[in-house]
């Protein structure tokens, strides 16, 4: 698998905030991690950045035990919920940033600065000041330069969250769009089940810092693992037998 996640483990002093977490990822796939406030997403997304050690376990992407590769040299990008963009910088030089240390012409980082500004619709705004851009659109900038460096991995950590209702639907169907034409593989956190339905492969639902249940959005729905992740859901479950297994009406709140 291009990306594998084996028993990772972290914990903040007695606190054990990612248990055991394993799973895999295929290239060119879009995985949500899906879990309510505290439950572990961020640590788990910042130890596949390499901003948190794992007190166990180890990460692979491409075959490669990265681990112990500080997050500068990772193949990885993440794009925050914060934007993170450089204020005194223009649009450009902001998309370009990652891309100075490569050997590259100053032709060739413009002009991939530009491509990838083109494609998330603000080739225009190449010279402006990132103050003069909307949140909307400074996330477009955060997401520009983070696939710009085209990594191999793209993580993203409630990225549109900050942003209104509307322009929220917009950002996940445009970045669903991006995912595919360019067959990045993608790590997206949140904690709204339609943002991860509406983008997701796959989904890994996490509880307590532990994988929940993994598989595609509507067998999510149809075969909820357990009572919590059918009630994270928004899934009544009128009948249950976990073991045995014995459905009955299962009335659904959700967006399925
Ligand atoms: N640097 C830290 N020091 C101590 N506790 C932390 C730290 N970062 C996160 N935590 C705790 O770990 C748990 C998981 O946090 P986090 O991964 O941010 O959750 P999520 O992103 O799912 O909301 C929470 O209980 C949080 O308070
Ligand atoms: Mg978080």
Redesign the pocket.
Known sequence: MYLELEHLDKR??E?R?VRDLSLELAQGELLCIL?A????????LNMIGGFLTPDGGRILLDGQDITPIPPEQRPVTTVFQSYGLFPHMTVLENVTYGLKFRRLTGQQIRERGMSYLELVGLADRAQSRIQALSGGQQQRVALARSLAVEPKLCLLDEPFSNLDAALRTKMRHELKRLQRELGITMVF?T?DQEEALILADRIAV?EEGALAQLNTPEELYRRPATPSVARFLGVDELEWRQDGTVWKAIRTRGPI
Request: charged content about 10%.
């Open positions: 903040f002093g606190k905030v879990g406030s505290g439950c572990g997403k961020t640590t788990t956190v904690h996490m």
